[in-house]
């Protein structure tokens, strides 16, 4: 079990949102010791000059406005690295990811810090981590033809080198709530 854990909440639902319900339940499955980071409380900055252009450089190096539009990449960075686990909630928001999971990914997106480029490709450098992701739905099927985030996330994070990924998935709500949020509590059981 992992000893450090990144919790991402993405719902807008602070209250009773499913998805963050069942991350409730994986986080207490795995214990460890836990950061949480709500995308929604506190969302991410949307990428700028200053970030486009500061980002691979040394922060010795950065102009002011560079280090002012890298200072919550920095932080969300060292919150990522420092995990052993990453749990992510995430519903989908017209067939895709919210808003704040995209921006947070470009904050953490940064060359040389979690992926590389080389003249084989690119290589993710977030290697020896495990992703535990909910995704919730009113009526997407996961990884289904029009389900733009569960693949996105995927690929997104075997990207910056995180490949070992189990979705947990409480789709169609809308259809069966009840019995679609027990199918998906009973993968959380068996999480080993």
């Known amino acids: 079990m992992p000893s450090n854990i990144l919790r991402l909440d993405t719902s807008s639902d602070t209250v009773s949102a499913s998805s963050r319900m069942l991350v409730d339940a994986v986080v207490a499955k795995l214990g460890g010791t836990v950061a949480t980071r709500d995308l929604v409380a506190t969302p991410p900055a949307l990428v700028d000059l200053g970030f486009v252009t500061g980002r691979g450089l040394p922060k ?41 999971l995209k921006a947070w990914a470009d904050q953490v997106a940064v060359p040389g810090r979690t992926f590389s480029y080389s003249a084989d490709g690119p290589k993710g450098l977030l290697e020896g981590k495990k992703a535990y992701v909910v995704v919730t739905s009113g009526g997407t099927q996961v990884d289904s033809p029009i389900d733009f985030a569960t693949p996105w996330l995927r690929f997104f994070l075997g990207f910056i080198g995180i490949t070992d990924v189990t979705v947990i998935a409480a789709d169609r709500l809308g259809a069966d709530a009840e019995a679609k949020l027990a199918e998906a509590q009973e993968q959380i059981a068996a999480l080993s």
């Open 60 to 100: 010795a190096d950065r102009s002011a406005e560079q280090a002012a539009s890298l200072e919550l990449s920095d932080t969300l960075l060292a919150e990522l690295e420092a995990a052993d686990a990453i749990v992510i909630g995430m519903p989908i928001y017209n067939f895709a990811p919210p808003a704040a």
